[in-house]
C-alpha cells in the first residue's frame, strides 16, 4: 500500500509527460523521492506503464481500467493487463474518465483480486461517501472546475477536502484521502495536510513546470 502522506502525479496525456518524457518524470520522481524520504507515485498512461515500471524506482499506476474481464472487449483496458505491465495499483473515475458508481465497484473489486492498489477520484463529498464504501485504499477529491487551474482546492474550496476527509472517515477510517485540482506548491501541500488530506494528487502544476525538479522538491517540502 503507499505510504502516506504522498505526492502521487497524474501526467495525463500531456506531451511533456508522453513516452520518454513520462520516463525522465518517474527517474526524476524517484530520485527525490528517495533523497527526500517524501512517498511519491506516478500514473502514466498504459503504453508507458512497462518502460516506467522497469525503472524500480517509485510506485507506478495506471490511469484507468475498464471494468471488465479477460475476452472479447476490443479497446478497453484490462485490469490483468495493468498489472503484467508492472503497474501496483490503478486511478479509477478520474473525472476527465468518468464511470457510472457500479463500474467503480467492479473495477475496485477486479483490481483487488488482482493485487491492484485502487485510487478512486470523486468530484464532491456525495461522491466521496458513496465510493467510501466500496472500501478503495486511496481516495482523491477533485472538484472539477479547478482542474488544470491556477487556484490551489486548498485555498478555492478547503471546505471539500475537510468535509470530504470528515465524512469518509466516518464511514470507512480504513481509506486514505487525497485531494487535488490545481495544487501546484508545498504550500497547497502542507494546507491539505492541515486539512487532514493524507497527501495530493496533481498533473500540470510539476508537467507544465519549466523547472520539473524545483517543483517537486517543493512540494516534498510541504509534507513535513
Ligand atoms: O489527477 C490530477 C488532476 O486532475 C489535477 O490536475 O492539473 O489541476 O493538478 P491539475
Request: with cysteine; proline share 4%.
Amino acid at each position: 500500500m503507499l505510504k502516506t502522506p504522498a505526492i502521487v502525479l497524474n501526467v495525463k496525456t500531456y506531451t511533456e509527460s508522453t513516452g520518454t518524457n513520462a520516463l525522465e518524470l518517474t527517474r526524476l520522481m524517484g530520485k527525490i523521492a528517495s533523497e527526500t524520504n517524501v512517498s511519491m507515485a506516478i500514473a502514466v498512461q498504459a503504453c508507458d506503464l512497462s518502460r516506467c515500471a522497469e525503472l524500480g524506482s517509485i510506485p507506478v499506476y495506471a490511469q484507468h481500467i475498464d471494468p471488465i474481464k479477460p475476452g472479447s472487449s476490443t479497446g478497453w483496458t484490462l485490469p490483468e493487463a495493468v498489472k503484467q505491465a508492472g503497474a501496483v495499483g490503478t486511478l479509477i473515475n478520474h473525472s476527465e474518465h468518468r464511470l457510472i458508481l457500479a463500474d467503480i465497484d467492479t473495477c475496485i473489486l477486479r483490481a483487488k483480486d488482482l493485487g491492484l492498489e485502487t485510487l478512486v477520484c470523486t468530484n464532491n463529498v456525495a461522491t466521496s461517501k458513496a465510493v467510501a464504501t466500496f472500501s478503495p485504499g486511496l481516495l482523491a477529491v477533485e472538484p472539477p472546475e479547478l482542474i488544470g487551474g491556477d487556484i490551489s482546492v486548498t485555498t478555492a474550496d478547503p471546505g471539500i477536502v475537510s468535509n470530504t476527509v470528515q465524512a469518509v472517515r466516518k464511514i470507512n477510517s480504513s481509506v486514505k484521502i487525497l485531494c487535488g485540482a490545481g495544487v501546484k506548491n508545498g504550500k497547497d501541500v502542507s494546507k491539505a495536510i492541515e486539512l487532514g488530506a493524507d497527501g495530493v494528487l496533481l498533473a500540470s502544476g510539476v508537467v507544465k513546470a519549466k523547472n520539473k525538479e524545483e517543483v517537486l522538491r517543493d512540494l516534498a517540502a510541504g509534507i513535513f
